[in-house]
């Protein structure tokens, strides 16, 4: 047996849990270092900075379990710089100030301190502001890791002093390499006798979404509880399923990736992509979205993006909407699957959101257009002798239900806000439009007085 699994004798004679696989594989300097090859391969920009020592305040961006508190390590390892591990989570004002105050002693010392900040967007505005002159002297390197998009968590002052790299998921290959490196390094399970198959391998890195800390706690999991026979362990493909029976999936629903997702879900109904609408629907609720939001966006989408070329798809989204709330999760997901099938195959039309944005730009610049009097309500004797009504002409009176009277204010006369692209039954709306105007037009005519050829004034 190795010596990390026995653990160490303690002072009470019990023995010291060993540190969990992800820690004791963490890499010590980037040779190990897996992923991240758009910034870390040969002649890449951060690599060039680390190799050159010429390291500035940065944000690494990623989701979970990409490397950024190592790589923070090892670019302190590679600059001979003093590390200083600092939490958002537990860490206020006083302990930055107290932390500052040693770094700052250090410079004077000749001495670089590279402040490492997990999960930066949990300071608050104040919080971030208190780096903001210790950054601005060099009294320390900044650098901060998040997860959340930094153009929205970090304080733009302090975000205009660091530079930012965008650190991705690691891809299969790169979990499966991490795995590989874990069955031989001596830290890890070297040296001990394991059976397991390559597709076992690629499946855990599957399971774990790009996360390297999550793949190496399964590999973990999946080897401490499989079958020992005499001094060999054989990982079955039922351990590793009854290890990962259910999967954790990437979404927070307060958090960036939320927006991402519901934006590939609009984006995809919005391509007629049904099949990856359906999967992103699939990634919202089994993540535990609420449905009700979920149906909610799909009603917007209903008007936004199908409007008038099928109104029968605002119907079918109140109508999903109304099915979760009577009855909820999980039966609800078959409403919602089906409201996003129909929306996804429906013709498509933007016209109804174009008219109003074109409409609200008019209306936000022209605030005071007053409303014309002939289509003001006279209901009392001073607003009649005012003209409030007067002119009007009243649709019903015409056999046509139609008149030519102008209702936009005299500013805007003429203005065309709706525009439909006359797709599914959009088309018989925009015939329809051009009936009104032709109606329109010949009424002009005989206000006017000009008459078609062969035509009279009944």
């Known amino acids: 047996m190795a010596d990390w699994e026995e653990g160490q004798q303690t002072l009470f004679g019990g023995r010291e849990q060993p540190a969990p696989l992800a820690d004791r594989l963490r890499p010590r300097d980037l040779s190990e ?25 940065m944000i690494f961006w990623g989701p979970p379990g990409v490397g950024k ?37 250090s410079r004077r010392l000749g001495e670089r301190t590279i402040l490492f900040v997990d999960e930066i967007h949990r300071f608050n505005k104040a919080q971030q502001d208190a780096f903001l002159p210790y950054v601005e002297k060099g009294s320390i390197i900044l650098i901060g890791a998040t997860t959340e998009n930094p153009s929205f968590e970090i304080n733009s002052a302090l975000l205009s002093r660091c530079k930012v790299f965008v650190l991705n998921a690691l891809s299969e290959d790169d979990l499966v390499s991490l795995l590989e490196r874990a069955l031989r390094d001596p830290n ?36 401490l509880n499989s079958e020992r026979n005499q001094e060999r362990t054989v990982v079955k493909k039922e351990t590793l399923e009854q290890c990962i029976s259910k999967k954790s999936l990437l979404y927070d629903k307060k958090g960036e990736e939320h927006y991402n997702i519901i934006s590939a879900l609009h984006k995809s109904m919005r391509n007629s ?97 007053p409303v014309p009097l002939h289509i003001r309500n006279g209901v009392t004797g001073l607003m009649r002798e005012l003209h409030y009504g007067e002119g009007y002409e009243y649709a019903h009176d015409r056999e046509e239900k139609v008149t030519a009277m102008e209702c936009l204010p005299d500013s805007l006369r003429g203005r ?28 002009r005519e005989e206000e006017a007085g000009n008459y078609p050829e062969g035509e009279k004034k009944g």
Not at 71 to 94: D, E
Not at 276 to 303: C, K, Q
């Open 33 to 57: 270092f897996s992923g991240q090859q758009h910034l870390l391969g040969e002649g890449k920009i951060l690599r060039r900075l680390i190799e050159q020592d010429q390291i500035s305040s």
């Open 273 to 369: 992509d049904v099949d990856a609408a359906i999967y992103w629907l699939a990634r919202m609720l089994e993540a535990g979205e609420d449905p009700l939001y979920v149906a909610r966006r799909l009603i917007r989408f209903a008007s936004e993006d199908v409007g008038m070329a099928d109104s029968r798809a605002l119907e079918i989204a109140v109508a999903a909407y109304q099915a979760c709330h009577f009855i909820g999760m999980p039966e609800c997901s078959v409403h919602l699957t089906h409201a996003v099938t129909y929306l996804s195959l429906a013709p498509k039309s933007n016209a109804l959101y174009t008219a109003y944005e074109a409409a609200k730009k008019d209306a936000v610049s022209m605030l005071a257009e």
């Open 69 to 105: 508190t190592t790589l923070a390590r090892i670019i302190a390892n590679r600059t001979n710089a003093s590390f200083i591990n600092f939490s958002a989570v537990t860490s206020g004002i006083k302990e930055i100030k107290e932390v500052m105050a040693r770094a700052e002693a």
């Open 416 to 443: 065309r806000y709706y525009m439909p692209a006359g797709h599914g039954s959009e088309a018989r709306v925009l015939e329809r439009m051009r009936q009104i105007e032709a109606l329109k037009q010949k009424i």
């Open 188 to 223: 890890g399970f070297g040296g001990q006798d394991i059976a397991i198959s390559p597709e076992i391998l690629r499946a855990i890195a599957a399971f774990s979404n790009g996360d390297a800390r999550m793949a190496l706690n399964t590999l973990e999991m999946v080897i």
